[in-house]
């Protein structure tokens, strides 16, 4: 394995539900889950899971803890539903139970993922809700009002960070009343109120080593760029939200008018500090000898802000996944699922 210093910035996806079958012709600086990454089994699947984090730690994670998140939300973004079941979306929980509804379910996500070995989960969503379909969003969002996204938000972190699992606050700065899946396509929003009015709970929420998760949104700010290339979306941004940002999947639709060598560019010249490829292989490949290509004095802040959020996470899991422990927290997340 060859590897270079502008890897480290890296954030990716990967193929594989064993160790052997993720390839190591890269040496990313973290990685994310989805489900292709899981065996489907509840029984053995979560073992082999652990099994296999334990492995990329130990291949990837020696100089400080690997960051490893997993899109857990809840509802229809839920990786972990093959193992759990069915589990209600943010805006169920907020709507049915409250604030401390959605401190549990951020316990239970918290807990979950710290016995797998996962210590960052990319949620929860803390864009407005705006009853709009077809967008990507839908009931991921809880409230239209910001100040009841700001207390649902916090409480689900703070019940995930009881069991030391970061949260991300995504899609900064807030993708309420957008009509076009980022997915596919660049949504945008050119009325500085409604932008202001989403930008709020990242506002009240941010921190310095929380990680913020910028859109694929093009405002007046940013244009013709989404805001996610713009300096204004990252450690520039006009809000004053502070902490550790990352664009969103660098290979979604929202940015692929872009080439490889513009996409990275513009995100480490907006003062990004990690490069998110989340679905294929080529797409990893081909952010990785774009990074190689550029000027150090181009990545290597990036690479100095990455390492020093790595050592503000925990390792977590074990060195032995607590079989007894996964049954009953599967059991707890079922039981209270039927309650909403």
Same mark, same amino acid.
């Not at 407005?128 to 972190?157: F, K």
């Not at 970061?166 to 700065?173: R, T």
């Given at each position: 394995m060859i590897s270079? *210093? $502008? !890897?480290?910035?890296? +954030?990716? #996806? ?11 012709? &890269? ?12 065996? *489907? ?18 291949? /990837? ?17 839920? %990786?972990? %539903?093959?193992? @759990? ?7 169920? &929980? ?14 239970? /996500? ?18 407005? /809700? ?36 970061? #949260? ?5 700065? #807030? ?44 405002? *007046? ?31 979604? #639709?929202?940015?692929?008018? +872009? ?19 989340? !679905?294929?292989? $080529? ?15 181009? +990545? ?10 790595? %050592?503000?996470? $925990?390792?977590?899991?074990?060195t032995t996944f ?6 009953? +927290?599967?059991?707890? @997340? ?7």
């Amino acid at each position: 394995m060859i590897s270079h *210093p $502008s !890897q480290d910035i890296l +954030w990716v #996806g990967f193929q594989g539900q064993t160790l052997e079958q993720v390839a190591d012709h &890269i040496q990313p600086g973290a990685l994310i889950l989805f489900g292709r990454n899981l065996n *489907p089994d509840p029984i053995n699947g979560p073992n082999q899971c652990f099994q296999m984090l334990q492995g990329l730690k130990n291949r /990837w994670g020696q100089h400080a803890p690997l960051p490893i998140a997993i899109d857990q939300e809840g509802g229809a973004v839920s %990786r972990l %539903r093959p193992w @759990v079941g069915e589990t209600p979306s943010f805006r169920k &929980i907020f709507q049915s139970g409250g604030v401390d509804a959605c401190y549990e379910w951020g316990s239970l /996500w918290g807990e979950g993922c710290s016995l797998l070995g996962i210590n960052i989960d990319f949620a929860p969503v803390a864009d407005r /809700w705006d009853g709009h379909t077809g967008t990507g969003m839908g009931d991921r969002c809880v409230s239209q009002n910001p100040q009841e996204v700001i207390v649902a938000v916090d409480a689900y972190l703070c019940g995930m960070e009881s069991h030391k699992v970061q #949260g991300c606050l995504k899609h900064f700065p #807030g993708l309420g009343g957008t009509l076009v899946d980022s997915h596919k396509g660049l949504p945008s929003i050119e009325d500085d109120e409604t932008l202001t009015l989403n930008a709020i709970p990242f506002q009240k929420l941010s921190q310095a080593n929380r990680l913020v998760m910028v859109a694929h949104l093009k405002t *007046p700010d940013s244009t013709p760029l989404p805001l996610s290339m713009h300096p204004s979306g990252a450690h520039k941004n006009k809000y004053g939200v502070q902490g550790i940002f990352l664009p969103d999947d660098l290979e979604m #639709g929202g940015c692929q008018m +872009w080439s490889w060598e513009d996409r990275i560019t513009y995100c480490l010249k907006a003062g990004h500090d990690w490069m998110l490829v989340c !679905q294929t292989d $080529s797409g990893v490949e081909q952010c990785a000898d774009t990074l190689e290509s550029l000027p150090e004095t181009l +990545w290597s802040p990036a690479r100095e802000r990455a390492w020093a959020y790595r %050592r503000t996470l $925990s390792d977590l899991g074990g060195t032995t996944f607590n079989a007894s422990g996964w049954k009953d +927290w599967t059991q707890r @997340v079922q039981v209270t699922a039927r309650k909403f």
